[in-house]
């Protein structure tokens, strides 16, 4: 593993493969469901962590979503920018602030395909929480052109040593 970079260290504690003990979504627009999802967090040395996620169908495990991008700290401070791109032709700038027991996030832009399926997601808010017996809870609210901000994903993970 590569070494890491000093302005890692308050969010150090994301870096490993994490898997989903628990994982649901829900939306007004859509059935309720379930999935499984490992996401993992990767340091190059750089002031950023690699980031991918995969989730699957919780029966047939059939592939249901990816996402990859880059989680970056500004040096010196608390303030990241997470940038992902889904494969459904979405691509999101998180901005926000993180620490030793979590993050908190917020969509600075979302931008789509110009042939991405309708309705367009136009917001999304993040929390990331490291809870006191090692599993992370992640919570992500969505704002589309046909509903306001509503919670979507909740999950809950653990670490995979």
Excluded at 77 to 100: K, P, Q, R, S, Y
């Amino acid at each position: 593993m590569a070494k890491i970079h000093e302005a890692l260290k308050p969010i150090q504690w994301l870096i490993g493969t994490w898997e989903s003990i628990s994982a649901k979504g829900s939306f007004p627009t859509i059935k309720d469901f379930t999935y499984k999802e490992v996401i993992k967090f990767e340091s190059l040395g750089q002031p950023l962590l690699n980031y991918e996620s995969r989730s699957k169908h919780p029966v047939s495990g059939a592939p249901m979503h990816l996402e990859s991008g880059f989680l970056r700290i500004k040096p010196g401070t608390n303030e990241i920018a997470f940038m992902v791109a889904h494969n459904f032709g979405l691509v999101v700038l998180e901005e926000g602030t993180g620490d030793e027991q979590g993050l908190q996030l917020v969509s600075k832009s979302v931008d789509r395909m110009s042939f991405a399926k309708d309705p367009a997601v136009k917001m999304v808010q993040k929390r990331y929480c490291l809870n006191a017996d090692g599993t992370l809870q992640i919570e992500t609210d969505m704002e589309t052109s046909n509903t306001p901000l509503t919670n979507h994903l909740v999950a809950i993970y653990k670490r995979n040593e």
